[in-house]
């Protein structure tokens, strides 16, 4: 895990005497302070569409915010603040051996009230974060989106793309698991249980997923249905996938939704996580097979999953590819040197900022051994960039062909094709969660 400790960061001078200017306080919140909790739960939730939380709400929450950093912008004589951010620095595993990893910045909960959009607030707040995870070190920083368009204005790149998919399980034929697998078996957990799993599995399984941080304990009690205002709470099941040493290597949330018209029900798939091909195998069969199910549907899943070749037929699985974690650059050296590349790599970048935490020609020399070296130049680039364009590449998500043909980098087709072999991975990078 990260050692640094966001909290520890002050606010940004910048942003501060910005939004000081317009007779906004932009400051840390206390959210030790009930009044100041509530005030940030209740912008959070109006920020989302959610219904106003409940005492219970507002205390689990503060859980989870207490070990972050919140930050609130208010304006004169209003308890609530108008806008809002919330942030930490976690690992973000990174191509390379198990376990290699970089700190992000993760930053979260950005809203801004509807009766004060168009007065900088939202600028102010993404670069105030960005000018401090700079400030206190961190490389890199990372979010997720409920809105596509606003990110890419402050250097931010959909990196890690994912599947949403759609089973029609009775068109599918069912999953047919090879006979090697028959040591893995499917046993239900009990809520507690499936609590302890989802966290536990999802630990070791991010590991070898480039592009996936850790969870909190706040989100697997929502994904069990155990969090205080979940209307689907006694909804919600769950199931592990064990090996033959008895080892938990995969876990499955989900609910099962009764259809009106007629006797059966669609399988929602909350969370799914597997660390072994035959655990994710299982767990896919058991609820593409399930008695009585017309769909099956998730989420977040990578989109190298397997499922359209675990079933008989194809056609019945949609897949929908989305953007879903977006990065953002802020050292260049320390970001690029601290993954491994597929293939050695001697080219001169010029990436170009706007907001100058990138900004600059780098040399990246990669070895045999996989390992970069990222060094200042001045000499001619082989590639030109901005910072969101090299964000988007970084953990191999997207395509340097794809990016050249779109006018996003400018490039040969030998220099692009270049960098796909090198910063290609065999796995595709996958976030499973959203913060």
């Given at each position: 895990?990260?050692?640094?400790?966001?909290?520890?960061?002050?606010?940004?001078?910048?942003?501060?005497?910005?939004l000081?200017?317009?007779n906004?306080?932009?400051?840390?919140?206390?959210?030790?302070?009930?009044?100041?909790?509530?005030?940030?739960?209740?912008?959070?939730?109006?920020?989302?569409?959610?219904?106003?939380?409940?005492?219970?709400?507002?205390?689990?929450?503060?859980?989870?915010?207490?070990?972050?950093?919140?930050?609130?912008?208010?304006?004169?004589?209003?308890?609530?603040?108008?806008?809002?951010?919330?942030?930490?620095?976690?690992?973000?595993?990174?191509?390379?051996?198990?376990?290699?990893?970089?700190?992000?910045?993760?930053?979260?909960?950005?809203?801004?009230?509807?009766?004060?959009?168009?007065?900088?607030?939202?600028r102010?707040?993404?670069?105030?974060?960005?000018?401090?995870?700079?400030?206190?070190?961190v490389?890199?920083?990372?979010?997720?989106?409920?809105?596509?368009?606003?990110?890419?204005?402050?250097?931010?790149?959909p990196?890690?793309?994912?599947?949403?998919?759609?089973?029609?399980?009775?068109?599918?034929?069912?999953?047919?698991?090879?006979?090697?697998?028959?040591?893995?078996?499917?046993?239900?957990?009990?809520?507690?249980?499936?609590?302890?799993a989802?966290?536990?599995?999802?630990?070791r399984?991010?590991?070898?997923?480039?592009?996936?941080?850790?969870?909190?304990?706040?989100?697997?009690r929502?994904?069990?249905?155990?969090?205080?205002?979940?209307?689907?709470?006694?909804?919600?099941?769950?199931?592990?996938?064990?090996?033959?040493?008895g080892?938990?290597?995969?876990?499955?949330?989900?609910?099962?939704?009764?259809?009106?018209?007629?006797?059966?029900?669609?399988?929602?798939?909350?969370?799914?996580?597997?660390e072994?091909?035959e655990?994710?195998?299982?767990?896919?069969?058991?609820?593409?097979?399930?008695?009585?199910?017309?769909?099956?549907?998730?989420?977040?899943?990578?989109?190298?999953?397997?499922?359209?070749?675990?079933?008989?037929?194809?056609?019945?699985?949609?897949?929908?590819?989305?953007?879903?974690?977006?990065?953002?650059?802020?050292?260049?050296?320390?970001?690029?040197?601290?993954?491994?590349?597929?293939?050695?790599?001697d080219?001169?970048?010029?990436?170009?900022?706007?907001?100058?935490?990138?900004?600059?020609?780098?040399?990246?020399?990669?070895?045999?051994?996989?390992?970069?070296?990222?060094?200042?130049?001045?000499?001619?680039?082989?590639?030109?960039?901005?910072?969101?364009?090299?964000?988007?590449?970084?953990?191999?998500?997207?395509?340097?062909?794809?990016?050249?043909?779109a006018?996003?980098?400018?490039?040969?087709?030998?220099?692009?094709?270049?960098?796909?072999?090198?910063?290609?991975?065999?796995?595709?990078?996958?976030?499973?969660?959203?913060?």
């Amino acid at each position: 895990m990260a050692d640094l400790d966001a909290r520890d960061v002050p606010v940004d001078p910048t942003s501060q005497q910005r939004l000081s200017a317009s007779n906004l306080e932009y400051r840390i919140v206390d959210v030790s302070d009930p009044v100041h909790l509530r005030g940030f739960a209740r912008a959070d939730a109006r920020g989302f569409l959610d219904k106003e939380p409940d005492d219970e709400t507002i205390r689990v929450m503060g859980e989870m915010m207490s070990g972050r950093r919140n930050i609130g912008v208010y304006a004169p004589g209003i308890e609530i603040p108008v806008a809002t951010v919330d942030s930490w620095v976690t690992p973000m595993t990174v191509p390379g051996d198990a376990g290699a990893h970089v700190d992000m910045w993760a930053i979260s909960i950005v809203t801004v009230a509807a009766t004060h959009r168009r007065r900088g607030i939202a600028r102010n707040l993404l670069e105030g974060e960005l000018r401090a995870a700079a400030s206190a070190g961190v490389p890199i920083a990372g979010l997720t989106a409920t809105e596509a368009t606003i990110y890419g204005r402050y250097g931010f790149g959909p990196a890690i793309p994912v599947s949403r998919v759609r089973v029609d399980a009775r068109r599918a034929g069912g999953v047919t698991l090879p006979a090697a697998d028959g040591a893995t078996t499917v046993e239900y957990l009990e809520p507690d249980a499936l609590l302890a799993a989802l966290g536990e599995v999802h630990e070791r399984a991010r590991l070898d997923r480039p592009g996936d941080i850790p969870g909190w304990p706040l989100r697997w009690r929502r994904m069990a249905g155990l969090a205080p205002g979940d209307e689907r709470s006694r909804a919600v099941r769950g199931v592990r996938a064990v090996d033959a040493e008895g080892t938990t290597r995969g876990v499955l949330a989900y609910t099962l939704d009764e259809l009106p018209d007629e006797f059966g029900a669609d399988f929602g798939i909350r969370h799914l996580d597997a660390e072994t091909p035959e655990a994710l195998r299982a767990l896919w069969a058991f609820a593409v097979n399930h008695d009585l199910i017309r769909t099956v549907h998730a989420d977040l899943r990578p989109v190298d999953d397997p499922l359209p070749w675990l079933v008989a037929n194809q056609r019945a699985v949609q897949v929908t590819v989305h953007d879903h974690g977006w990065l953002r650059i802020l050292d260049v050296p320390a970001v690029l040197g601290a993954r491994t590349y597929r293939a050695p790599l001697d080219l001169v970048l010029r990436v170009s900022d706007p907001l100058g935490f990138a900004e600059g020609s780098w040399r990246l020399s990669v070895g045999p051994d996989g390992k970069g070296v990222v060094d200042a130049t001045t000499d001619a680039p082989d590639v030109e960039l901005g910072v969101d364009a090299l964000s988007s590449l970084y953990l191999g998500g997207v395509s340097a062909p794809t990016l050249r043909a779109a006018g996003r980098i400018s490039a040969s087709a030998e220099a692009s094709a270049t960098i796909q072999n090198a910063f290609g991975t065999a796995v595709e990078p996958a976030l499973t969660i959203w913060y």
